[in-house]
């Protein structure tokens, strides 16, 4: 599937011209003002958002502000489209938190390479953590919104990293989220589902005591929620490429 992209302007033409160029890269749904927006953002897995600031009901600014507060969105990346040149209004933009701010008339080109440069920078920081040992997870946060979120999330999963039981509806209960909104919210932010994230979290813990050097594997499976050390080794490989005692060791094997 194609990103999902959401165009927001109340022209109905310069939506039309916007979704003709982007049409062959991306799913496109449109909404024709600010309020209209955020219903679609409550029922459809948009991954981008592009805005024209003046509208009725809800101009562009309004709705960034909006998105850029608001837990379950605040991860999108935001572009403004606007008439209004003046450095006041590209500081105002910016400030309310959008990631790009394209003046009127746009160069189609520049307004796909602005597009593409988010989506890689956002998917290159997620293959990061999800590959590095010691990649933090709020280093895929993008706002303080989700810097915070991520931050509360991860000292629960470390609390509680010997249960093996640990799954989505427990943390979804101990941050005071429904399920299907935690669920979309960590699969949106990260690329992962929350047991998978889970996962990830408690093997970096583990590499995290592999580098203190105090505790044999069998010890740290165990402290990290695995019932069995070889089960652990194996999860450690394919996740990061690498044997536990390897990464303990790197010259071990040369």
Do not use: W
């Not at 990103?3 to 982007?22: G, R």
């Not at 040149?85 to 105002?92: D, I, V």
């Not at 997620?126 to 990649?135: M, V």
């Amino acid at each position: 599937m194609n990103p999902l992209i959401l165009l927001v302007d109340d022209n109905a033409e310069i939506l039309d011209f916007i979704e003709t160029n982007l049409k062959d890269n991306y799913e496109i749904i449109k909404a024709y003002d600010g309020q209209e927006a955020l219903s679609v953002l409550t029922t459809h897995p948009v991954q981008l958002i592009v805005s024209d600031v003046m509208m009725p009901v809800m101009d562009g600014f309004e709705l960034c502000q909006k998105v850029k507060s608001n837990l379950e969105f605040c991860h999108l990346p935001f572009i403004l489209l606007t008439a209004k040149n003046t450095l006041q209004s590209k500081l105002e933009g910016l400030e309310l938190g959008a990631d790009a701010y394209i003046e009127k008339p746009f160069s189609p080109k520049h307004l796909k390479m602005q597009i593409v440069s988010l989506l890689t920078n956002r998917n290159n920081i997620k293959e990061h953590f999800i590959n590095t040992p010691f990649s933090l997870l709020k280093s895929i946060s993008h706002t303080k919104e989700d810097e915070r979120f991520l931050e509360k999330l991860n000292t629960i999963i470390l609390e509680h990293v010997q249960e093996e039981e640990l799954d989505v509806e427990l943390l979804a209960r101990y941050l005071n989220m429904s399920r299907p909104t935690f669920y979309r919210k960590i699969k949106a932010i990260s690329n992962l589902t929350p047991n998978e994230l889970i996962n990830i979290t408690k093997l970096k813990k583990a590499a995290t005591l592999l580098e203190e050097g105090n505790l044999n594997i069998s010890i740290i499976s165990e402290q990290v929620g695995y019932s069995s050390p070889k089960i652990f080794v194996s999860n450690f490989q394919k996740q990061f490429g690498i044997t536990p005692t390897e990464y303990i060791n790197p010259n071990k094997n040369k």
